[in-house]
């Protein structure tokens, strides 16, 4: 099947991209959802996390303390490649182990760190962006979240920039403060039209 890795951005709309993919048939797997389960109570990466932290960074019934770790990462940068080379490897595992077994009309990794994480690219054929300007990503978590301005900023600050995502980039859907929903809509359907159309490889 062919693969498609779609990123974007904090608050650039994968999310809703990706939900429309899958409605239309394609299978859409989440790296996301991969990495929340892996830090789970119980999870695949609990015990190399407590190795590596100790319990400073884990919650009473044994999941990842994702408030204590996102501090410690900005505080301590070291501390990000550490638990970025424990679990980038088993998401990509796991991606692919779903991908495996998947059915649809072709596969979409949605994974926000693509860019940054540097090993998605032979892991796909294509890479779509979901492109948006700084102010409208801010607007737009602002308005879901309630996060300040200031921790959005933090967040963006540590992920690619939107010119070194669209660098890399096959296909591009805008989604800037000009994009309406329906414009989103119908940019996602024309790709997912030529994406049932392409062979992989
Ligand atoms: P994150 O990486 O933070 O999970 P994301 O890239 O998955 O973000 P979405 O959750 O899809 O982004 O979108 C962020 C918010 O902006 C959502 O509430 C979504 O409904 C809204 N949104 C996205 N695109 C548009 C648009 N064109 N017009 C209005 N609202 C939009």
Not at 176 to 194: F, G, V
């Amino acid at each position: 099947m062919l693969r498609i890795g779609l990123t974007g951005g904090i608050g650039s709309g994968k999310t809703q991209v990706a939900n429309w993919l899958d409605q239309w048939g394609a299978a859409v797997i989440d790296t996301d959802v991969i990495a929340h389960d892996l830090t789970a109570p119980g999870g695949l990466a609990m015990t190399a996390i407590q190795d590596a932290f100790g319990k400073a960074l884990i919650t009473a019934d044994g999941a990842l303390d994702r408030a204590a770790m996102r501090e410690r990462v900005f505080q301590e940068p070291a501390a990000r490649e550490r638990l970025e080379g424990i679990l980038h490897p088993l998401i990509g595992q796991e991606a692919q182990k779903q991908a495996r077994q998947a059915s649809g009309s072709y596969v979409v990794f949605v994974v926000p760190l693509l860019v940054e994480s540097g090993r998605w690219g032979k892991q796909v054929d294509r890479i779509c962006v979901v492109d948006c300007d700084r102010a409208t990503q801010i607007a737009r978590v602002q308005a879901r979240s309630g996060l300040t301005a200031e921790a959005i900023g933090r967040i963006m600050s540590v992920q690619a920039t939107r010119q070194q995502r669209l660098a890399v980039a096959d296909d591009v859907i805008r989604n800037d403060a000009q994009t309406t929903i329906d414009m989103l809509r119908e940019q996602t359907w024309h790709l997912h039209q030529q994406w049932c159309r392409t062979a992989p490889g």
